[in-house]
Structure formats: C-alpha cells, structure tokens
C-alpha cells in the first residue's frame, strides 16, 4: 500500500519554488510596463521631435528611454537567475524522492520503464525554470498593451484582441487534435526504444544464432507504428501552425493598413500609427511565446501526470524506527510470495526458523522456489501474506537501508555497478581501503583483484564489463561479505567458479560461521553443503523437509554410490558432490 504522504512529494516541490514563481510574476507587471518605452518613444519622436526639431527633446527622451531599458534588462536578469534557483531547489526536494520511488517500483514490476520518471523530473524542471514559464508569466500582463491599444482606437484594441483570441484558439486546436496521437506514438517508442536495448543486451546470442534478422523485424514494425503516428499528429499540427503564421503576419501587415486609414482621416497622428504597430507587437508577443512553448508545456503536463501517477501507487518509504543491529535470527510464518507484477504465488505457507550463526543450505529441483525464499528473506521481493521475521520484528518494521548493512547478498545474476572494485566491494559507501582490502582476503579474492591492471583501482564498468563471470561472482561475494553482516545469502554462488574459486568459497563461509554469521546457500552441490547446519528442501514452493544435513542428504540420495565422474559445467565433478534432483510426490 502507497504511503499517504507520498502524494506530497510533487507539491512539497512546488510548494518549495512558489515564492520564486510569484516574484517572477510580479517582475513580469514591471518589465511589461518598461516596455512601453519603446511605443512611447516613437510616439514623442513622430509627433513632437520631429515637428519641433528641438534637440534637447530628443535628447531628453532618448535617455529616459536608455534608462528604463537598462532597468528593464536588469529585471530580466535577475527573473531568470532566480527561476535558475528555484529549479535547484526544486530538483533537490522532488528528485531524491522520485529516484527511491522508481528503484522501489522497479522491485514491483520489473522491465516497465519506471527509470522515464527521472526524466520527466527533468522536463518539469525545465518548464517551471526557463522561458516558456516566462512566457506564462507575461501572458496576463498583456491586457496592459490591449487597453493601450484601445486607447489609441478603438480599431486597434478589436484587432488585437481579434487576433489573440485567435492564435490562443489555434494552439488549443493544435493540442486537441494531436495530444492522443502523439501519447500513443510515445508509448509505442518507448517500447521500440525497449525492444532495441534488449536487442543490444543480448548482441552475443543475436550474433551467434542468427536471430538479428528476425528481431530487427520486431522492432522495425513497433519503430514504424510511432513515426507513423508522429507523422500523423505533425501533418494536423503543420496546418494549424501554418494558419498561426498566416493570422500573426495578416495582423502585422493590417495594423499598418488601419492606421495609415486613420491617419489620412485625421483620426490618429502618424505618431500614433507607429505606436501602435508596436504596441500590437507588444500585445501578440507573449502569446506568440506561448504558442511556440506550447510543446513544452503539454510535454510538462504529461510529465507531472506520470509523476503524480507513480507517486501515488508506489509511495515513499515510510519513516521506521532504527532497530539495533540483528543477531542473524530469521523466521518465515506461513509465507506466501509470487513475483513482482503477476498473482501467480510461488512459495505457499513457507515456515521456517534460521537459528543465529547458523550455515543453512536450501535445495529442490529448478522452479522450487529457492531464489522466491531469499528474495523474500532480503526485502528483495514483495511479500503476499505471512511474515518474516529478523530477530523477532516484522522485516517490514526495517528500515531498509540500515537493515541493508547488516546484510550480504549474492544473487544469481551478478550485477556490479560503473566504478571501481573496492567501490563496488564497499558498497560505494565511504570506503575504508583497510576493510576493502581485507574482506577481499577472506572471500579469497584479494590475488584475483591484484591481478587487475589497476587492481583495486580498476574501473569495471557498468554490469562488470570486463570482467568474467567468474571474477564477477568473487568481487560480489567480497561486496557481500563486506561490513561483517549478520545475515550474508549466497544463491548459487558457484555457478561461475572454477575448483579453486570454490575452494575460496568453502573457506569464506566457515569464517562466516565462525564470526557468528547467518549463511544461507541456494545449491545443488554437496560439496558446499558439507557444513551446513540445516538444510531445507523445497518442491513445488512448499517446504518439503528441514533438519540436519546428514538426515536431509541421506533422504535425498540414499545411499551413496562409489564415486564416479558426472560432467557438469566443463569438468568432471564427483557424482556424490551432486544433490540430485527432488522426487516429486506428495510426502
């Protein structure tokens, strides 16, 4: 359930920059009513300067003129330093925020593009900090220059407002018309622009198999059903952009037209026509600029739209009371737990006890439930109903953050992250090299890491680019170790290892034991499970059986042949290393 509070996020933002975004809004009354400067002085130098030809006027009025245009420059400046600001402040209360709120949604229904949350903080961002909420701003205050407009000729105060109305209308129409064509067209790039970095991910396999083809196709006919709706949704926006420009220039040339009409009637002076060119200049500008940020200000729409949708499904991490730091005692009541985005239950009334300081192996045939469990141990995944427990509280009275310390996690799928080893082996916490360096000793790991051309210096790149996969599952299983945790979980933790990684392996979990840490393994070796303490078999994702290794493994097998050479993964294992596969049946 999303947190009430979460829906605040976005308006504590907001709320954060509204005294910016009101002195803006004033300064726009203030810059607007210098920039009559312009029409006035072309209105002395027509009627008066120019028939008087005195000089001192001129010069007079051409300082004046000088003076409210520095003031007006200066008002500008100081408008857009402080819209600068405020989307400083506004990035730093919303951006934080949204950035756990879309790891979290992420754990929820992973692969759904939640990651576009980030940008469209940018986009709102922008919008409220540059030109088109200028332009917003201004738009009221061109009522100033229609009532002028009106005050020279009645004529001229139609017009505007005539063609104003206009233009507002057209870039109304052009959002109606095209607004569900291009979200459509939106979506269907996003799953495009998706299908391609799969696409990419998976280069090596493509290359190998022959599948680019075919792939290229999928994506091809997803890329071109958004351009073909981009097209569409530019094709009715050309139109009415076309008419914009045809009513905006009409009105420029026309207000010309009607005032050399009332000039030859003696009904304005030719001070007053000029005056008025401009001023209809004046009136149309700040509509103009809202027509021309208009994109901008529909893609801002659709940005908070989103933003306002995530936020309240996903919801802030509530605030938890810190919890001292767990013994390592974990207990499941009757837990049930499916994958993130589907009802389809995994595990079903799972209960179990992890006594302190205790190695537990899991086993079970593939599609037991064996990962489903640890993730639900670890907070990595959603619980269903049930309860786990870590040192007698709920996991979800944890902080997840200052529980994460005092946990190791080595998933299936390895995944380090753009820096350094020792960054990665610390968790890119503060990094005290003397504790990297030695949690690499003890995961033996530390020759591997030496090995490097930079060794602990080495920048690996995003996923571990660079490194094997074998280099991968020991810098991991450092970073796991790292801290001295209560609880470190290993899922398949040898899939990658050769016999002397293994070997590391098997030395790093006895000292995990004999620091008094919780170790829970996810294999199908015995050779791991050798010091196990307890053993629990999954099938089915129900609890099969639970009790000492010996008991669970001599059920399992029984009774162990003479050893003979089984090949698995490139090299021969002994067959009783191997913990064969469940039998499925009722007991």
Not at 303 to 331: D, F, K, N, Y
Not at 469 to 492: F, K, T, W
Not at 494 to 514: H, I, P, Y
Request: hydrophobic share 50%; proline share 5%.
């Amino acid at each position: 359930m999303s947190d009430p509070l979460a829906g605040s996020v976005l308006k504590d933002g907001l709320r954060s920059i509204r005294p910016v975004l009101v002195t803006v809004f004033v300064f726009a009354f203030f810059t607007n009513l210098l920039l009559f400067a312009g029409p006035l002085y072309m209105l002395q130098v027509y009627d008066r300067v120019l028939l008087s030809r005195n000089e001192a006027t001129l010069f007079g009025i051409t300082a004046i003129a000088a003076f409210a245009l520095a003031v007006y420059a200066a008002l500008e400046m100081l408008r857009s330093r402080l819209l600068v600001r405020g989307g400083m402040i506004f990035d730093r209360k919303v951006a934080g925020p949204v950035f756990e709120i879309v790891h979290r949604a992420a754990l929820l229904k992973p692969r759904a593009g939640h990651e576009t949350a980030l940008r469209d903080v940018d986009v709102l961002r922008e919008f409220l900090t540059g030109g088109a909420i200028l332009a917003f701003c201004d738009l009221p205050w061109a009522s100033l220059f229609l009532v002028a407009c009106f005050i020279l000729h009645p004529w001229f105060g139609w017009m505007a407002l005539l063609g104003g109305g206009t233009l507002l209308g057209l870039t109304l129409l052009t959002d109606l018309t095209t607004r569900r064509p291009l979200d459509v067209a939106s979506q269907a790039a996003r799953e495009a622009g998706e299908q391609a970095r799969a696409t990419v991910r998976g280069g090596e396999v493509l290359r190998a198999m022959g599948m680019l083809g075919a792939l290229r196709s999928r994506w091809r006919r997803r890329h071109d059903e958004a351009i073909l709706l981009q097209a569409r949704a530019s094709d009715r926006a050309g139109l009415i952009a076309a008419a914009t420009k045809f009513t905006r220039m009409f009105l420029q040339t026309m207000v010309l037209g009607v005032g050399a009409y009332l000039a030859i009637h003696g009904e304005i002076s030719a001070g007053s026509m000029i005056a008025a060119s401009i001023i209809m200049g004046r009136t149309l500008a700040p509509i103009e600029a809202v027509v021309g940020h208009w994109k901008s200000f529909t893609a801002a729409r659709s940005s908070h739209a989103r933003l306002t949708e995530i936020v309240a499904r996903i919801g802030l991490e509530p605030q938890r009371v810190m919890l001292p730091r767990p013994r390592g005692l974990i207990e499941t009541e009757n837990l049930v737990v499916a994958a993130p985005g589907t009802s389809r239950t995994i595990l079903h009334d799972v209960s179990v006890r992890l006594e302190p300081g205790s190695v537990v192996g899991i086993i079970g045939p593939s599609a037991a439930g064996k990962s489903t469990l640890v993730r639900a141990i670890t907070g990595v995944w959603p619980i269903v109903s049930g309860a786990v427990r870590i040192d007698g509280a709920d996991l979800r009275h944890w902080d997840p953050q200052a529980l994460g310390r005092h946990l190791g996690y080595l998933p299936q799928d390895v995944e380090l992250f753009d820096g350094t080893v020792a960054q990665n082996i610390a968790r890119f916490d503060v990094q005290d090299d003397a504790a990297v360096v030695s949690v690499a000793q003890r995961a033996g790991c530390h020759d591997l890491i030496q090995a490097l051309p930079e060794g602990y210096n080495t920048r690996i790149g995003p996923g571990g680019h660079g490194l094997s996969g074998g280099q991968r599952q020991r810098i991991a299983l450092a970073r796991a170790m790292y801290g001295d945790p209560s609880l470190v979980v290993l899922d398949e933790p040898n899939a990658s290892l050769d016999q002397a990684g293994e070997a590391a392996l098997m030395r790093a979990v006895a000292d995990l034991k004999e620091r008094g840490t919780t170790v829970v393994i996810v294999t199908h070796k015995v050779s791991l499970l050798a010091s196990a303490d307890l053993i629990l078999m999954l099938d089915g994702g129900t609890l099969r059986a639970s009790g000492p290794a010996d008991q669970i493994l001599a059920q399992v097998s029984g009774p162990r042949p003479v050893p003979a050479l089984v090949a698995t993964g490139g090299r021969a294992m002994p067959e009783n290393e191997r913990v064969p596969e469940v039998q499925r049946s009722a007991g």
